[in-house]
């Protein structure tokens, strides 16, 4: 069984080692962690997948300020590459987007591969005015609206906005604990498969 949760701070050693596996230590230096390093992931916005309590995939979510709008940072995600192709990246992301618009954010972006972010319908034509603390391959840098409009206008730079703290995985994170598990009271219960057969999340954002 496969299910997709909030991270706890006991993650932290897990997710690194599969980050480290996904990206290599290059993926310090990439352009999107200026806007990472130092600040929190946006509450409730850090998940896993665990298959049988084993940490198989991960996702997190920022917050940032593209020009004047507010909006969420996308990433990094990554899978464990002997679980791929099961739905679990897919899980990952559309749950998080659910979320994300539950919590009343409109907009994310993200610097990633357009032939997979397509399919969650995010777009480079909404980014063409908004710059990266860095270099960045253009046709990579995308955004999403979950309000219609939300990046209409947006123009300048992306900063980060998070909370200013090492995520540290000592570091007890109030937004991660076990009361987290109210997602589901809230109508938006984890993500299960059964199987190892994916079960796309079901409602759109
Ligand atoms: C990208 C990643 C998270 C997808 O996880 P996953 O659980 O395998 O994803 P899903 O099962 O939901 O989707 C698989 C589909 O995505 C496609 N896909 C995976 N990575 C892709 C990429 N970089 N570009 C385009 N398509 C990609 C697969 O070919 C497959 O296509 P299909 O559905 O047509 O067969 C995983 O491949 C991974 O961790 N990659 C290394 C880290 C990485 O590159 N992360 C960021 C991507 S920019």
Do not use: C
Request: charged share 20%.
């Amino acid at each position: 069984m496969i299910t997709v949760v909030t991270e706890t701070p006991e993650d932290a050693p897990a997710i690194e080692s599969l980050l480290d596996g996904a990206f290599g230590q290059r993926r310090h230096l990439k352009t999107a962690e200026r806007l990472r390093e130092g600040r929190r992931p946006a509450d409730g916005l850090a998940l896993v997948a665990l298959d049988n309590g084993r940490l198989v995939g991960t996702i997190r979510l920022w917050h940032v300020e593209a020009g004047t709008v507010p909006a969420l940072l996308l990433g990094p995600v990554a899978v464990h590459e002997d679980w791929r192709n099961r739905g679990i990246g897919a899980a990952l992301v559309e749950t998080s987007l659910k979320r994300a618009h539950a919590q009343g954010h409109t907009a994310v972006i993200l610097v990633g591969d357009a032939p997979y972010y397509g399919r969650f319908d995010f777009r480079r034509d909404l980014m063409l005015d908004l710059t990266l603390p860095g270099p960045v391959e253009l046709d990579r840098f995308l955004g999403l609206e979950l309000a219609p409009g939300a990046l209409t206008g947006a123009r300048g730079a992306v900063r980060a906005t998070g909370v200013s703290m090492p995520l540290a995985a000592a570091t007890p994170l109030p937004d991660m604990d076990a009361a987290d598990v109210g997602w589901a009271d809230a109508g938006r219960p984890d993500v299960a498969w059964a199987g190892g057969d994916a079960v796309a999340a079901a409602a759109p954002y």
